[in-house]
């Protein structure tokens, strides 16, 4: 790009996952930025490999995951909310908080452009979410109900085939997502109603062949706190 390291003086994390904030000691280092993320999120970048994550993982759900020992990370600088602004290249953009795949997930939106950076929270087909499936929708339909040219997911999910989604596309793009998580509710529904003995978390997960294992482990608990489905404990949970 023509341009020095030096030069960076703001890494803007859009949540707490490796895949996103892995490369900020690099930076850091190279460049002496500072970090900004949601201030819910913060204490998942203090460690690399995700060990905070699944540390907190292995507490929840002891049956599902383990926990992963990480070396410690630069600590967060900023701790933003929902309502900040940041000043980054001669534009201001507005922190929005939109959790769903992680309680501290945010969008960055420029309403001069017309543009947002949505982090993982829009990923159309693609579902994997840290918190129930109606926050999830709540943020998507909260981005839809924004002035919106340009949205700037942090990966190209399924069905985009472009990483920059523009106008129609986009919120079609959004659309999508709200649609799959619909479906993927009433999938599990239909899982559970078809066996003839409680299923674990895994045997769900392996009947989508899609979401992860803790999207379904969330959608599981919010069934089960709408009365559609009941946890029975034998070696694991069972639903």
């Not at 003086?9 to 500072?34: F, M, N, P, R």
């Not at 929840?60 to 940041?86: H, M, N, T, V, W």
């Not at 918190?131 to 999910?157: E, Q, V």
Request: proline content about 6%.
């Amino acid at each position: 790009l023509g341009r020095s390291p030096s030069e960076i003086s703001l890494i803007v994390l859009t949540h707490g996952h490796g895949d996103h904030y892995e490369g900020i000691q690099a930076i850091k280092k190279a460049s002496g930025a500072k970090v900004a993320i949601h201030k819910a999120d913060a204490w998942l970048i203090e460690e690399d490999k995700d060990a905070p994550l699944f540390r907190s993982l292995s507490l929840q759900y002891p049956d599902c995951f383990r926990p992963i020992k990480g070396e410690p990370y630069p600590k967060a600088d900023i701790l933003l909310k929902d309502g900040d602004s940041l000043q980054m290249g001669g534009s201001e953009f507005q922190v929005l908080g939109i959790p769903g795949h992680t309680e501290g997930s945010i969008a960055l939106y420029d309403p001069k452009e017309r543009l947002a950076f949505s982090g993982d929270q829009v990923s159309g087909e693609f579902i994997h979410f840290y918190l129930d499936p109606d926050t999830n929708i709540a943020s998507d339909r909260r981005l839809l109900s924004l002035k919106l040219d340009i949205l700037l997911p942090a990966h190209r999910y399924p069905p985009a085939t472009e990483f920059v989604l523009r106008g129609s596309e986009a919120r079609a793009f959004i659309e999508r997502h709200i649609e799959s998580i619909e479906g993927i509710k009433q999938r599990i529904r239909e899982i559970l109603r078809a066996s003839r003995r409680p299923l674990s978390p895994h045997e769900v997960a392996e009947a989508l062949k899609g979401p992860s294992l803790i999207t379904v482990i969330k959608y599981l608990e919010y069934l089960a706190q709408r009365g559609e489905a009941v946890a029975v404990k034998a070696e694991t949970k069972y639903w």
